[in-house]
């Protein structure tokens, strides 16, 4: 199956013409920021009102210059790999684009951080470097503490100036621009080579969707990472050269009515969020005052792409309600479907539309992601091999637009015999729209009919003892089984209160029973989760069964 969209071609709004260049590498993008006036404001601290760095982007040109210079001193050169971690701060973005300038290939991982053990975090250093060749590290602020066997390359002092014009490398858009990593939600993350080609016009094709308009601002708090944070965020807003904002995941987490804030005071016109930011923002919503949030003006706000993970519905509905008399338009929310193999996006809801939302034959619900990207093939397999017919839930398989070729030196099979490549998503297509309703992996087969894990939790969650993304479910021998991380100890009398309440829920929103037993409430940091934020429920799962899940109840 084929499906179609109004993205046959990049089309560009006329007022925007002069600003977007459709480059064939990233080089050309680096070099139109030469004399660009528009900025980047990076906010570090905890006072969202404190500007840390406030950047225009000409003079980003410069220091990315003074950065290949230095880096070239330190005998990388094209084709060097180097490990870095991207962590939101100025001198690590800029030794992203001087590297890139270099030729060199930057693999892009999750930087050290609070709450990460730091002896599996430079196991997976080792691993990462050792698979794939590489022959330095970033020092980035994260690491510096730490032992590392690797080559270091250290970030030059903040005020290096260029010496002379940057020396670009002679780059072909078949060349490898970057390599960013799977989620690695199953397996070890998995390599994926970025070439220039295809971030190019991945980023037309982003632009193209926002249709983006002379002064619109973004804003972003996503890791630079994860693909969504890097090529969502900071690259298609440096593409299109708008002034952007980038915070960090902790500020957000911090104080999410805060971002609300910035996205009035700022008239922020597309932001970039993972679907638990809504119901993170609703928790905090309901906590405060509402003369707080008195002078909030949301009208701006033309675009929020809302991708990464299972949509909830029905806190989407919560969150239109609660902000429409902020001025939140129901447009505005677009739910995208996407992931780093394909670059980024596959799929979004048309700017003007509201997402629909379709009922399956088990009773629960999906939202449209919209029609996929016309560049794409797309189409949905069974079980049992044979091609879904409309509305049947199948496989997603893939094929053309900005998909990779393989996977960064593996023999890892990428296309399957007819030349799709599987994503392990499982969806429908309805009159040519995407619905996704979950992962290969995290469908539960109950009385013949197909759940998924996100189908439970998204219920569970409405409950107010159960905070977003503190939920998982498993099947284990037939039997579904709910974790749920508790803040403290529980007592016992309220531990059956609560599993009372959750087992209540699912029964009436999916009809299915679980067991009080099955209901456990279990001491925090115990759900794995990948560098994005998924849930490992393999890993989970796998824990469980060795009986190293520990419960909270006293």
């Excluded at 939101?88 to 060199?104: C, D, K, N, P, Q």
């Excluded at 509201?354 to 029609?371: D, E, H, M, W, Y």
């Excluded at 925090?524 to 490992?536: I, V």
Aim: with cysteine; aromatic share 8%.
């Amino acid at each position: 199956m084929k499906t179609h969209n109004n993205m046959v071609e990049v089309e560009i709004i006329p007022d925007l013409q002069p600003r977007i260049n459709l480059s064939m590498t990233m080089i050309d993008m680096i070099q139109a920021l030469k004399n660009t006036d528009s900025r980047l404001g990076l906010y570090l601290r905890e006072d969202r009102a404190a500007e840390s760095q406030f950047l225009a982007y000409c003079e980003i040109y410069q220091k990315i210059g003074a950065y290949m210079e230095y880096f070239r001193a330190a005998n990388v050169t094209a084709g060097s790999r180097v490990l870095f971690p991207f962590e939101t701060t100025e001198g690590v973005i800029i030794a992203f684009f001087a590297l890139v300038g270099l030729g060199a290939i930057p693999l892009s991982v999750k930087p050290y951080s609070m709450g990460v053990l730091k002896d599996s975090y430079l196991a997976f250093l080792t691993q990462v470097a050792t698979q794939y060749h590489a022959e330095f590290i970033l020092e980035a602020p994260s690491i510096r503490t730490l032992e590392l066997s690797i080559q270091r390359l250290p970030l030059p002092n903040a005020d290096i100036r260029p010496q002379e014009p940057p020396n670009f490398a002679t780059i072909a858009d078949t060349d490898i621009a970057f390599v960013q990593f799977s989620s690695g939600s199953t397996s070890f993350p998995k390599g994926i080579p970025v070439t220039h080609g295809k971030i190019v016009v991945q980023m037309a094709a982003i632009a193209n969707q926002a249709q983006n308009r002379l002064g619109d601002v973004t804003a972003s708090w996503l890791p630079l990472y994860h693909d969504m944070g890097l090529v969502g965020g900071l690259l298609t807003t440096l593409y299109v050269r708008h002034d952007l904002h980038l915070s960090t995941p902790m500020q957000f987490l911090m104080n999410p009515v805060g971002w609300l804030s910035e996205l009035s005071e700022k008239k922020i016109a597309i932001a970039v969020i993972p679907d638990f930011a809504i119901s993170y923002c609703l928790r905090r919503l309901a906590m405060t005052d509402i003369a707080d949030i008195a002078d909030l003006n949301l009208t701006q706000l033309r675009i929020v792409f809302n991708g990464s993970e299972p949509i909830n519905i029905d806190r989407l509905h919560q969150f239109w309600e609660i902000l429409a008399p902020y001025g939140l338009q129901r447009s505005a929310i677009k739910p995208c479907y996407g992931m780093a193999e394909a670059v980024l996006m596959i799929s979004c809801c048309k700017l003007a539309d509201i997402p629909r939302i379709l009922t399956l034959t088990n009773g629960c619900k999906a939202i449209s992601v919209g029609q996929p990207l016309s560049t794409f093939d797309v189409r949905i397999k069974s079980e049992d091999g044979h091609l879904c017919d409309e509305g049947e839930i199948g496989e997603i398989e893939l094929r053309g637009g900005t998909l990779v070729d393989h996977y960064f030196e593996s023999d890892r099979p990428f296309y399957n015999a007819d030349g799709f490549f599987p994503t392990g998503d499982l969806g429908v297509i309805s009159e040519g729209e995407l619905f996704i309703t979950g992962r290969l992996n995290d469908r539960f087969k109950i009385n013949g009919q197909s759940y998924f894990a996100s189908d439970f939790e998204h219920a569970i969650e409405s409950l107010p003892f159960v905070q977003p993304s503190k939920v998982a479910t498993i099947q284990a021998d037939d039997q579904i089984i709910v974790f749920i991380e508790a803040k403290q100890a529980s007592v016992l009398k309220l531990a059956i209160e609560h599993q009372r309440q959750v087992s209540e829920i699912v029964l009436n929103q999916l009809g299915i029973k679980i067991p009080v037993e099955n209901i456990l409430l279990i001491r925090p940091g115990q759900l794995e989760k990948t560098s994005s934020g998924k849930l490992r429920r393999t890993v989970i799962a796998q824990a469980y069964r060795m009986g190293k899940i520990v419960l909270a109840v006293q």
